[in-house]
């Protein structure tokens, strides 16, 4: 299964929505979007999952205004299934996401940690984060002094 994405934009509120474009992102198994933002280049970013056969990553990609692929990357290299649920464009241009990181447990199998990634404007990982929280969902925000709240 594929990703889906059709974008619409408001031209009036009086006016019929009709889609820009309609494009299939991801690989063969299961993906799913959880998040969509245009970005200040006016392209637009959105982060989810993709799945395959060993394991479940997240999956943060980019397009253009027309949705073409400008890059795309995954986070997460375990057999426990990791997801994400935002993405936001940081003052400095590039990105954070909000996401979750599939942790073994001795007890219940895998658990889901708050995991947060910053990226560059080319979606390549500046530092990340982990807190062994139990989590089904988080949210996050970037502070105008540039800190960040989850």
Partial sequence: M??????FFIAGIASAQ?????????????DDARWVQQT??????????????SNQNI????????GNIIWEKQF??????????EVHQTIDDGYIIAGLKGIPDT????????????TNSNGDT???RIWNQRSDFISMKQ???TNYIV
Avoid at 43 to 53: A, D, E, F, H, R
Avoid at 76 to 85: K, L, S
Avoid at 107 to 118: E, F, S
Wanted: proline letters at 4%; zero cysteines.
């Fill in 59 to 66: 999956y943060l990609l980019k397009i253009d205004q027309y």
């Fill in 40 to 53: 200040s280049d006016s392209s637009y970013i959105m982060v989810g999952y993709t799945q395959n056969l």
């Fill in 2 to 7: 594929k990703l889906v994405i059709i974008l």
């Fill in 126 to 128: 500046i530092w990340t």
């Fill in 76 to 85: 997460g290299d375990n057999p426990y299934p990791d997801d994400a649920f």
């Fill in 107 to 118: 007890i219940i199998d895998v658990w889901m940690a708050v995991w947060i990634i910053k």
């Fill in 143 to 145: 502070l105008s002094d």
């Fill in 18 to 30: 009709t889609p820009t474009f309609y494009k299939m992102y991801g690989g063969s198994q299961s």
